[in-house]
């Protein structure tokens, strides 16, 4: 069930919204949490039953995982409990995302034979995994309290508007509105307008501009002419640009209308000078993950510069694996990271003194690197770029 399909607006969204706000009216507005959480199990649920299983498992694992850091007394302990809880994520994460991967690359390099399982993908697996892990390192850093009521906790990982492609909102941003929450009809009336101007985004422009990548590969890059390649490349940069923050601003939408201010994932992205700038400005909650929870416990930048670069690395290829279970999204954060390093250690500061460079820069930096994002199979990548790039080809 998405957010832009005929099921989601003229049924789903409506009969919650009107059982929402008659909630509100008992118990201080504790029922009509109790709403949000049946609904977001429905709504898993229409994905599949075992997307609801394993939401319900991830769920009390992290529950009693977080109880069990604050009553260990030893650093020491906490610690391991800790990297137990991060490692049951990034496990169950692993097993339904690259399990299938893992093993076809290896029956490829080494001639193996070892059957391949088909393993269902749980729906917003990759958001609630991460935002478990999150919550978790808070809680053992001391930032947040754990919290005692599995209704609260549960209403944090499922909550539907942010389940299936975020934003990836930190713990400590939506706490202070589990308990008393502003829900008045101006802010009902704001968030409708941030739905409805995202569902645009999605329906009237992302899906428009999809139809040209759609024909494009339906062709064939290698029959492709080199200004219609760019002219894919651009209109897939800005399909996924407008779907995703059309998808985005639906769920921001959505929280406003339910009292709940999920943060921005996207800031004008576009206009960006430098790769360091848009990566900044595109998908901002997972960028604000990776460098809390990743690049900031690794050293960050307040290290030497060799420890630095092997930050960045790791960050980069990471975010390439969280992405995508394909060697494309390998490539393409391995590509990211080469260019986000040139920019650190020299070139962004020319970037930055002559803004029309930069424009420049990225006119041509941006549908590049999402070609790679896009095509899967690197043997079509190449001839791709063989069109994009004539010169090189």
Request: contains cysteine; positive net charge.
């Amino acid at each position: 069930m998405l957010f832009h399909s005929y099921l989601f607006i003229l049924f789903f969204l409506p009969l919650f919204v009107l059982c929402y706000f008659l909630a509100g009216r008992y118990r201080d507005g504790r029922a009509a949490i109790w709403v949000l959480d049946l609904f977001s199990l429905w709504f898993l649920a229409s994905q599949g039953l075992g997307s609801l299983l394993v939401f319900a498992a991830c769920m009390a694992a992290n529950y009693g995982i977080a109880g069990w850091i604050t009553q260990a007394k030893e650093k020491r302990i906490r610690k391991l409990i800790l990297v137990i809880g991060i490692g049951l994520n990034i496990g169950v994460l692993f097993f339904f995302k690259y399990t299938v991967f893992l093993v076809e690359n290896v029956n490829a390099v080494f001639g193996s034979s070892i059957p391949v399982m088909r393993i269902f993908m749980p729906v917003g697996i990759s958001f609630y995994t991460f935002s478990a892990g999150g919550y978790l390192i808070d809680v053992y850093r001391g930032t947040v309290a754990p919290e005692r009521s599995l209704l609260t906790f549960g209403t944090y990982l499922t909550m539907f508007p942010k389940l299936v492609s975020g934003p990836i909102a930190s713990y400590a941003q939506l706490q202070p509105e589990f308990g008393a929450r502003d829900v008045s009809l101006r802010q009902t009336v704001d968030g409708l307008k941030l739905f409805v101007f995202g569902m645009a985004f999605k329906i009237l422009l992302a899906n428009q501009l999809g139809g040209l990548w759609s024909d494009v590969t339906t062709i064939g890059f290698e029959s492709l002419s080199t200004p219609l390649a760019w002219m894919a490349a651009f209109a897939y940069s800005f399909q996924l640009y407008f779907d995703f923050w059309g998808y985005s601003l639906m769920a921001i939408g959505i929280g406003r209308m339910l009292g709940f201010h999920l943060p921005e994932n996207f800031r004008c992205p576009y206009l960006a000078l430098s790769m360091t700038e848009f990566w900044r400005r595109w998908h901002i909650t997972l960028g604000t993950w990776f460098r809390e929870y990743l690049y900031f416990p690794l050293g960050g930048s307040r290290c030497s510069r060799g420890r630095m670069i092997f930050n960045l690395l790791v960050v980069w290829l990471a975010t390439g694996l969280w992405h995508g279970a394909h060697l494309n999204f390998l490539l393409w954060g391995l590509g990211l990271f080469v260019i986000l390093t040139v920019e650190k250690l020299w070139l962004k500061k020319y970037l930055d003194r002559w803004p029309v460079l930069g424009h420049l820069y990225m006119l041509v930096l941006i549908p590049l690197s999402w070609a790679v994002f896009s095509v899967s199979d690197l043997g079509q990548l190449g001839a791709y770029f063989g069109r994009l790039l004539p010169l090189f080809s």
